[in-house]
């Protein structure tokens, strides 16, 4: 069965920079739709970003322009780079496919925060 593990959280300032990775084992990540979702306390998990079909991607509106989704089939490794964050990007990020099949990973937090 896959499994996925996020890292690359951490606490930036507003307008400052991050790169997540998520990494599967188990099975070639090629073979599934990833995507990227996040959470806050007390609130729903989100879809922030995701591949769609071939390398067709989509963004939540919020997040458009400045996060990128992308991946390397080589190292099953799936990325979201995030840049010009703001404090209400803050939250823990996980990434599966949509609809959410895989079991879930415990997440990365991000925090941004001056």
């Known amino acids: 069965q896959v499994q996925v593990v996020e890292s690359g959280g951490g606490l930036v300032q507003p307008g400052g920079s991050l790169r997540l990775s998520c990494v599967a084992s188990?099975?070639?990540?090629?073979?599934?739709?990833m995507n990227w979702y996040r959470q806050e306390p007390g609130k729903q998990r989100e879809l922030v970003a995701g591949?769609?079909?071939?390398?067709?991607?989509n963004y939540l509106d919020s997040v458009k322009g400045r996060f990128t989704i992308s991946r390397d089939n080589a190292k099953n490794t799936l990325y979201l780079q995030m840049d010009s964050l703001r404090p209400e990007d803050t939250a823990v990020y996980y990434c599966?496919?949509?609809?959410?099949?895989?079991?879930w990973g415990q997440g990365t937090q991000v925090t941004v925060s001056s």
């Open positions: 591949f769609t079909s071939g390398r067709n991607t």
């Open positions: 188990g099975s070639a990540l090629r073979f599934y739709p």
């Open positions: 599966n496919t949509n609809p959410p099949l895989l079991p």
